[in-house]
């Protein structure tokens, strides 16, 4: 017997229109035939969706099932809807969002709001004003490590005890220094 899904389901946008095709003039066949060019890219194509929550997203944007036959029955229907009650809903794991980091998988509510702030559960774009990065939050366990220092420091312990100073040489001179060590 088999069982009614209302999933997949395909959605149409009212102000939808198809992409226009012009054919260039030109004469012969087959290879050699003229091209067609698209004058006009398809505006608000149909999508299908495979579940209640992108058909709320894409009705918030106007999109409406293929055959519809009662439009406000149908608005109503949304507003009203509710998850399918045969399934149980499972909170974690899930993948969380930031518009300027790598999404991460939390496993619970305490990973969640160890996140911090700017965590969404969809994917965000990222702004400009995302890009400026904050100062990082004060932590008593965490010392500040000036990593240039760090590096000149194990420079200078690689480095030979004895440097030798460098004269400098002129311009002149060291353009025909170069010029004389060039290859031919």
């Known amino acids: 017997m088999n069982k009614f899904n209302e999933y997949p389901k395909v959605m149409k946008h009212p102000q939808h229109s198809p992409a226009v095709w012009k054919q260039l003039e030109g004469k012969g066949k087959g290879l050699f035939a003229p091209d067609t060019v698209c004058t006009q890219p398809e505006r608000l194509p149909d999508i299908t969706v495979t579940d209640i929550e992108q058909e709320k997203l894409y009705a918030s944007r106007g999109y409406r099932p293929a055959n519809n036959p009662d439009p406000q029955a149908y608005d109503q229907a949304i507003l009203d809807a509710q998850p399918f009650s045969g399934q149980d809903f499972q909170a974690f794991p899930k993948w969380k969002y930031h ?16 996140l911090g702030p700017g965590w969404a559960d969809a994917p965000i774009l990222a702004t400009e004003d995302d890009l400026v990065e904050a100062p990082p939050a004060p932590d008593a366990a965490r010392k500040p490590v000036d990593q240039m220092a760090e590096y000149a420091a194990s420079r200078e312990a690689a480095a030979p005890k004895v440097k030798a100073k460098k004269k400098a040489v002129p311009a002149k001179k060291a353009k025909a220094q170069h010029k004389a060590a060039a290859p031919a």
């Open 99 to 114: 518009a300027t980091q790598i999404p991460v998988v939390v496993k619970t509510a305490a990973e969640e709001k160890a």
